[in-house]
């Protein structure tokens, strides 16, 4: 019972988007397991990856992708190995934290899906220029995830971090981890490379367009009666909240990349959590 009660004081916590895609990743994972062995003790273990392969990964070749078009959405939640699966989940747990800190758990669900979706369109772009005679899959969080992490990184790049016990900025963690996994041996999982680069180009487009206004941001999110309120107040006034709330973000965010979020007091991170939509 303590452990469903933990599940749901996170479920309605800071990290609740990163919990989320923790739980439906792991659930994907252990069914599809299931499942393929499940097929495999009839005989046939090929049969049960091949059809998991088919209806939830997204297929290289057109004619095999738009009869099953909604993969490009599914891909980014499968993963067949334990080593796949375990080192996608550990950078979501600990990067979607600090990005759920600093800019929300709301928009996290947006980077996380629009960020895997690009990785998806940049991969069958990168699979159809080289033109292979082998259908090709793809699975697993890692554009997403990586869309994340450059997210984060690109909104405030001199957040300090601590892995291993080693003080360093997001941002060159983020070009370290996209170094290595994306750039190095390029004939290896072209795929999923091509993927990566797609979730870090809108996790960069995504964290250039939040330091500049929000443009980008602002796409999917509905508008409120708080812009008919504005039009209440004088121009001169309207600029002036503006400013003032958006200088003491900054103040706070600043506050965060020197001694980190659990350096906040409780008002400062109240205050953070109540205007995420304003910045």
């Known amino acids: ?3 469903t009660r933990d599940i749901q004081t996170q479920l309605k916590g800071t990290y609740r988007s990163v919990v989320i895609f923790l739980l439906i990743n792991v659930a994907v994972f252990l069914t599809c397991n299931v499942l393929i062995h499940l097929v495999a003790i009839g005989g046939d273990s090929e049969t049960g990856v091949g059809i998991l392969f088919q209806w939830l990964c997204m297929q290289s070749k057109l004619d095999g992708f738009l009869p099953h078009f909604w993969t490009i959405g599914t891909y980014m939640f499968v993963h067949i190995s334990l080593w796949h699966i375990l080192s996608n989940m550990l950078w979501l747990w600990f990067l979607g934290r600090i990005f759920c800190e600093v800019l929300g758990s709301k928009r996290m669900v947006n980077v996380y899906l629009l960020g895997g979706i690009t990785g998806g ?8 220029i080289i ?12 554009g997403a995830v990586m869309a994340i992490v ?4 690109t909104y405030t790049p001199d957040y ?3 892995p291993f016990g080693i003080p360093m900025k997001l941002k060159w963690l983020a070009l370290i ?3 290595l996994t994306t750039l190095l041996n390029l004939s290896e999982n072209t795929g999923g490379k091509a993927a990566h680069l797609g979730g ?3 996790g960069l487009a995504y964290g250039y367009s939040m330091r500049k206004g929000n443009p980008l941001a602002n796409i999917f999110k509905r508008k409120t009666k708080l812009r008919v309120a504005h039009k209440r107040v004088s121009d001169t006034e309207f600029v002036v909240q503006k400013t003032s709330v958006r200088k003491r973000i900054d103040e706070i965010l600043d506050k965060i990349s020197k001694s980190g979020y659990d350096s906040l007091t409780k008002d400062e991170k109240e205050f953070l959590q109540k205007n995420h939509d304003k910045f």
């Open 1 to 3: 019972m303590s452990f």
């Open 121 to 128: 369109i940049v991969y069958f772009i990168t699979e159809t």
């Open 131 to 142: 033109n292979s005679p082998v259908t090709g899959y793809l699975l697993g969080a890692s």
């Open 150 to 153: 450059v997210a984060v990184a």
């Open 160 to 162: 300090r971090i601590f």
């Open 177 to 179: 981890s996209f170094a």
């Open 200 to 202: 870090a180009l809108f």
